[in-house]
């Protein structure tokens, strides 16, 4: 009877159902890349990265004025109705008067000169060299005005357009001012605030995290038991964020160059595959630091902003070699292989050899520092909730 109510013994699972576990670092890169970019494509996530990728372009877009709208606004010689009302009121102070077919063919010849002169040579120009062609132009469409006006006007006449030609040549001169014109709103954008302070900013925030946030949903044990170091956890996961980086920031900046292409901002073709290479070493070498500044301290994004300014910003522009040390330095002269980029902002190309190591070498460091700090430091999660 005992025998009957006793449970039958299972039969063993034959040697070739067996499933042998084999943890590799491949199969770990691939399984913490799931728990990377699945999250983020969640539906309750995605019209957040939707207008977050189209914030910036939208904004670029409005900004940045069209050739039509710019011509419009920002004429190199102004109105030529203006200028003849002028010669026109001086000839009348000197008892001098325009007839009313004098008066139409100075409009004619003004406009024609006028219009002439607002054709810009193409390719890039600094704002320094864009200002001395702008001085010399003015001067040469008045010297053009000159021998037509001759035409139209009496000997006295011609005599006081000399003197007015003379003093609206001085004063439009003057008025010029170094500027980029009509592509200075999109280069700001691109470069000083989307390259230089929103791409750092977003690595070292996507990266800083990757062990605290483990330490806040308490997972951080749980992975440790896995069959790898910690070094090689924090490196895969590293790996993982950044690839994930790259997609959306490259994404990013493809809509940064649709917004100026529908601008119709010059040499963008050859800028963009410049840009995106540099991009990909600013990624690596932004993320490695904020991984590194994420097992230091809990506040790694103020500890940030403080390095920016010390290292990047302080040292950065000392003139001396100390300012290799700043990676901005050497994400510059990568950029300035482009010749947009270096008559726009006067940067200099050389030292190439030099950025890429030290870009490199920045990147195994802070990796390196990261590392060390994630083997031997002990985190405890009551301990870092409380901080």
Request: aromatic share 10%; hydrophobic share 45%; with cysteine.
């Amino acid at each position: 009877m005992i025998d009957q109510l006793e449970q039958p013994t299972r039969p063993a699972t034959p040697p070739d159902r067996i499933v042998t576990l084999n943890p590799t670092a491949l199969r770990a890169l691939s399984g913490i890349w799931l728990f990377t970019w699945r999250p983020q494509l969640a539906w309750r996530r995605l019209p957040t990265l939707f207008l977050g990728l189209l914030a910036l372009p939208i904004v670029i877009y409005l900004t940045t004025p069209s050739p039509e709208g710019w011509s419009q606004r920002h004429t190199l010689l102004g109105n030529p109705g203006t200028a003849v009302n002028e010669f026109a009121g001086r000839l009348r102070r000197a008892d001098l008067q325009l007839r009313p077919e004098q008066r139409q063919q100075l409009v004619d010849i003004f406009s024609d000169e006028f219009a002439r002169s607002q054709v810009l040579p193409p390719g890039p120009r600094s704002p320094e060299a864009d200002a001395t062609r702008q001085k010399d132009e003015i001067k040469a469409c008045y010297e053009r005005i000159q021998p037509r006006v001759q035409t139209v006007l009496d000997e006295a006449q011609f005599a006081q357009f000399q003197t007015f030609a003379r003093r609206s040549t001085a004063l439009q001169q003057q008025r010029v001012r170094v500027t980029w014109g009509r592509t200075e709103p999109f280069y700001h954008w691109l470069i000083d605030f989307y390259f230089f302070v929103i791409l750092p900013l977003q690595c070292v925030r996507g990266t800083g995290g990757l062990i605290r946030d483990e330490l806040q949903s308490d997972t951080l044990g749980f992975l440790l038991t896995r069959p790898l170091s910690r070094a090689r956890l924090l490196i895969l996961k590293y790996l993982t964020q950044t690839a994930w980086l790259q997609i959306v920031l490259a994404v990013e900046t493809l809509l940064i160059f649709a917004a100026g292409g529908l601008r119709q901002i010059p040499a963008l073709a050859s800028l963009l595959p410049l840009f995106l290479a540099v991009q990909l070493l600013a990624v690596m070498v932004w993320s490695a630091l904020g991984v590194c500044l994420g097992q230091a301290t809990k506040r790694y994004m103020a500890l940030a902003l403080l390095y920016g300014l010390i290292i990047e910003t302080g040292i950065g522009r000392i003139p001396t070699n100390i300012n290799t040390l700043s990676m901005i330095r050497h994400l510059k002269v990568l950029l300035s292989h482009n010749d947009a980029i270096e008559t726009i902002y006067q940067w200099t190309n050389q030292g190439l050899p030099l950025s890429l190591t030290a870009l490199s070498l920045a990147t195994i460091l802070f990796l390196a520092l990261a590392s060390g700090l994630f083997t031997f430091i002990e985190y405890h999660h009551t301990v870092e909730m409380q901080k």
